[in-house]
């Protein structure tokens, strides 16, 4: 009978365990570490990516005021007009020319829409938290702002377009004031002949034209306060285009 000699197991050391159990912790650990490194440079890319996207929406924005402040000003400046046009109609009911630009420049308002695309995206994707807080700071104030005008537009600004327009469909003739509502459209007034609507009023209640000229003193003013807010946005918004070029390089 042939004797199998024993084989004798090799017991591990007690630092032997603990290597093992280090160097599993440490590559579980770099794993980690690296994943988490990969995902922070993914998410920083992305919120720059949603920076640049809103980086355009402003450009777009600021376009846009640029022409709707020239728009009220133009408003601006032809509704001064008023005053002497007052006098001019306080001495003859029938000398109304001077009623027309400010009948044309009373009638309707151009407001501005923010540029949504992207802050859509930010708050439906959960996009603001991959943001830093000064960028996510930056643009909250901007919608806050434009909230701002939202609510002088809903309130303050509609009030006055509606009571000027109300009193004026009270005083004003028909057939003056139709052929505006297609200049309103976006179609110029330059070829329409006053003379041939016939004339503007057709009331001689002066009361009630009184009043329709301090309705008109008070869209005059709301415009201002419109512009002046606009302006204010016009900041805001040229002040993002700045940080966020200076910041991230955009047009380099």
């Known amino acids: 009978v042939h004797k199998h000699p024993h084989h004798v197991m090799h017991k591990k050391k007690w630092n032997e365990y603990l ?8 590559a579980v650990f770099l794993g980690f570490v690296a994943e988490n490194i990969r995902e922070h440079i993914v998410e920083k890319e992305r919120a720059k990516q949603y920076i640049e996207s809103l980086y355009e929406d402003l450009k777009n924005d600021t376009t846009r005021i640029n022409t709707l402040m020239a728009y009220d000003q133009e408003k601006v400046n032809s509704l001064t007009a008023m005053y002497n046009c007052y006098d001019t109609v306080s001495a003859n009911l029938l000398s109304t020319a001077c009623m027309e630009p400010l009948v044309k420049y009373s009638r309707s308002n151009k407001g ?6 992207t802050l859509q995206q930010l708050a439906n994707a959960g996009g603001y938290r991959l943001l830093n807080k000064q960028d996510a700071d930056s643009i909250a104030a901007y919608e806050n702002a434009y909230r701002a005008y939202l609510d002088f537009q809903g309130t303050v600004f509609q009030t006055a377009q509606d009571n000027v327009r109300n009193t004026l469909n009270r ?31 057709i009331t001689n209640d002066r009361l009630l034209i009184n009043q329709w000229f301090n309705e008109l003193s008070l869209y005059l003013r709301t415009i201002s306060g419109q512009l002046t807010i606009m302006i204010q946005l016009k900041t805001r918004a040229t002040g993002l285009l700045k940080f966020y070029n200076s910041k991230y390089h955009f047009e380099e």
Request: glycine letters at 4%.
């Open 171 to 201: 005083i004003a003739n028909f057939k003056f004031i139709a052929p505006l509502q297609v200049t309103t459209a976006g179609f110029s007034s330059d070829s329409l002949d006053v003379n041939a609507r016939g004339p503007l009023l």
């Open 112 to 117: 501005f829409v923010l540029t949504q695309r």
């Open 19 to 26: 290597l093992e159990f280090f160097m599993l912790f440490l």
